[in-house]
Structures are given as structure tokens and as C-alpha cells.
């Protein structure tokens, strides 16, 4: 289990602009439930261009967390490389471990979480990845996303010895252990700092437990978010009654609606860093299943263009990348 002690907490300034970064997946075309190492094809990234467009235009510099399929293959690096030469996107690392060598671990659903491998393997598929990346795209990364939030306790130490600084991994009030996964069940939205010298930024993902609850949600949403209460329906029926609702920010599964909603509500609870995210594959139909058909990529590119309308305008919000962020963090830390 991660848990953060507050003394640990990044608090910005309450009269600060709301910080809005962009996260992306960048990662190998597959079929989600499924973890196949010969599923490498990463045809999908030169469709970022689709999304890409959009930042620009706001001046967002994406981060794309790459994976090793992404990170080896010309079609992969190509188009990515050409973007961050031109100053349009910056490169972290992504760790699919099903797909990711040295190749020593039974693929299973417990092994594509890299927490669950030997520590010695968990840091040399780390190494592997991180080697690779410095070598195709002519940067060390710094900025670490673990595949499908395997996020364990020998994480920090692995991340912290080749040079990370910041960790996007964790998935704020989520138990994963049902799926066979960590438990970051008591994990919140606030940035801390962790590691063996407490020098890692962590990022959770941006989510947002939305409802009359206020700051009792995360204790509730772990009950009830339990194998009794979802057998009992429990988190949709608090959803419907304006109890509590878990928002993640993304244009995959959650409308412009609920998106405005949580960034208003995480905004009032004091939260100044957020964090769009969402998967590569998502710029093509049919390879998650956020987006089926033509119709659902344009809606997925209209709620990119109308949140950043909406995060900038209303908001009054700033543009950053997560390396901005870790900047304003250790100023406030001294």
C-alpha cells in the first residue's frame, strides 16, 4: 500500500493559476485485456499529429510517455523525435513489462504490473527502457509512468537510481488488488515527495471524488469501493445521488461536463496542478475502447479543444509541463 505522510504533501500557493499538463501513453496498438509480447505495432503515433494540433495552439508541450515497442521502432521514434527537436513535446517513459526485455517472467495478469516482478527485474526492464530511450531520442527522460499503474514499494528506489525525478504512476484512491494489482487506495490528488532521500515528485493522476462527501470521500470510496460494495452497486448509486463520484480527467469515459465539474471542485479543494491524460492509441478508432468510429475521435478532439477553452478561459489557467512543476515544487521546498 502507498501512503503518503502529509508532511510530504506539495501545496501551492491558493492565489496561484490552476496548472494544466498534458500526459500522454504512448504506447504499442493492442487488445486490452490481452497481453500479447508480439503485439508491437505502433502505426498509431504519427496520428498524434491530430491532437498535437490542438496543443500548439495553447501552447502545451505534451509529455509522451513512450514504451519500448514506441522507443525501438522507427515509426515510433520518427514522429515523436520531430516534435520534441522542434521544441513541441517532451519524452518520458512508459513500462510495459509484457513487452518490455529482459524477457524472465511468466506473462500473466499479475506480471504486466512491473510492482509485482522480482526487484532485480523491475530495474533492469527499467534500465533497459530508460538506456533505450537516451539512445533514439538523445535524452535521458526524467519523468516515469508505470504501465497500468504498477506502482509498488521497490518503485521509488528503482526510479531514483537512474536518475528520475518525477512519477506519474499513481491512480489516486484505487485498489487494485482485485485485478492483482497495488493498492493506492489511500493515495490522493495532492503532489508529494517520495523516494529514499524524499526527492521524487510524485503526480497522481488527476481525479477528482466529486460530491457531498468533501473530504471524507477517500475513506467512503475505500469501503465502498470494495469487493461488498461494487457487488452491491454501491459507487453508482452515490454517484446518482450526488454523494460521491470518482472523476478521473480524461477524454476517455469522462464527458466535458463532469471534466469542467472536477476541475472546478479539485480547484475549490485547493488542487493548482492538473493533469490531462489519456492513451496514444485513442487518435485511431478502433484500438481502445474509448474510441470505436470517426464520430467518437472528433468528439474525443472536441473535448480537448473545448476543456482547454474552458481551462484557460474560465479557469484562468497556465500551461506547464510536469518539469515546471517539479521546478515550483522545490522552490516552495527550499
Known amino acids: 500500500m502507498i501512503a503518503p505522510s502529509p508532511r510530504d504533501f506539495v501545496s501551492f500557493p491558493l492565489n496561484d493559476p490552476p496548472l494544466l499538463m498534458v500526459l500522454v501513453d504512448a504506447e504499442e496498438e493492442f487488445l ?21 494540433r490542438i496543443f500548439e495552439r495553447y501552447a502545451i508541450r505534451p509529455t509522451y510517455a513512450v514504451d519500448y515497442p514506441v522507443a525501438t521502432q522507427p515509426d515510433g521514434i520518427g514522429p515523436l523525435l520531430e516534435l520534441m527537436q522542434d521544441g513541441k513535446c517532451e519524452i518520458g517513459t512508459q513500462l510495459h513489462a509484457w513487452v518490455n526485455p529482459p524477457f524472465e517472467e511468466t506473462v500473466s495478469v ?105 473530504g471524507c470521500a477517500g475513506p467512503v470510496h475505500r469501503i465502498v469501493g470494495a469487493n461488498l460494495g461494487k457487488t452491491l452497486r454501491l459507487p453508482g448509486l452515490l454517484a446518482r445521488l450526488g454523494i460521491q463520484d470518482r472523476i478521473p480527467l480524461t477524454p476517455e469515459g469522462t464527458s466535458l461536463e463532469e471534466a469542467r465539474k472536477v476541475t472546478r471542485w479539485l480547484y475549490g479543494q485547493g488542487l493548482r496542478a492538473f493533469t490531462i491524460t489519456y492513451h496514444s492509441p485513442s ?21 480537448l479543444e473545448s476543456y482547454l477553452d474552458f481551462f484557460f478561459g474560465e479557469m484562468g489557467g497556465q500551461a506547464a509541463t510536469p518539469g515546471q512543476v517539479l521546478a515550483r515544487a522545490q522552490a516552495q521546498k527550499g
Not at 486490452?32 to 498535437?52: E, K, L, N
Not at 487518435?283 to 473535448?303: A, C, E, K, M, S
Open 110 to 214: 499479475a506480471n504486466t504490473f512491473p510492482c509485482n516482478l522480482p526487484r532485480p527485474l523491475e530495474f533492469a526492464k527499467l534500465e533497459r527502457l530508460t538506456a533505450v530511450i537516451e539512445k533514439n531520442f538523445g535524452t535521458r527522460p526524467t519523468l516515469y509512468r508505470a504501465g497500468r499503474f504498477g506502482y509498488g514499494p521497490n518503485s521509488a528506489e528503482a526510479l531514483v537510481r537512474l536518475g528520475y525525478r518525477i512519477d506519474c504512476s499513481l491512480m489516486p484512491w484505487m485498489d487494485l488488488r482485485p485485478r492483482l494489482g497495488p493498492d493506492h487506495s489511500r493515495v490522493g490528488v495532492t503532489p508529494f515527495w517520495s523516494g529514499p532521500d524524499r526527492n521524487l515528485l510524485e503526480l497522481p493522476a488527476t481525479v477528482g471524488m466529486v460530491g457531498l462527501l468533501g
Open 32 to 52: 486490452w485485456g490481452t497481453y500479447s509480447p508480439a503485439a508491437t505495432s505502433v502505426q498509431t503515433i504519427r496520428h498524434q499529429v491530430h491532437a498535437q
Open 283 to 303: 487518435l485511431v478508432p478502433g484500438h481502445t475502447p474509448y474510441v470505436r468510429n470517426q464520430r467518437d475521435l472528433d468528439n474525443f478532439l472536441f473535448w
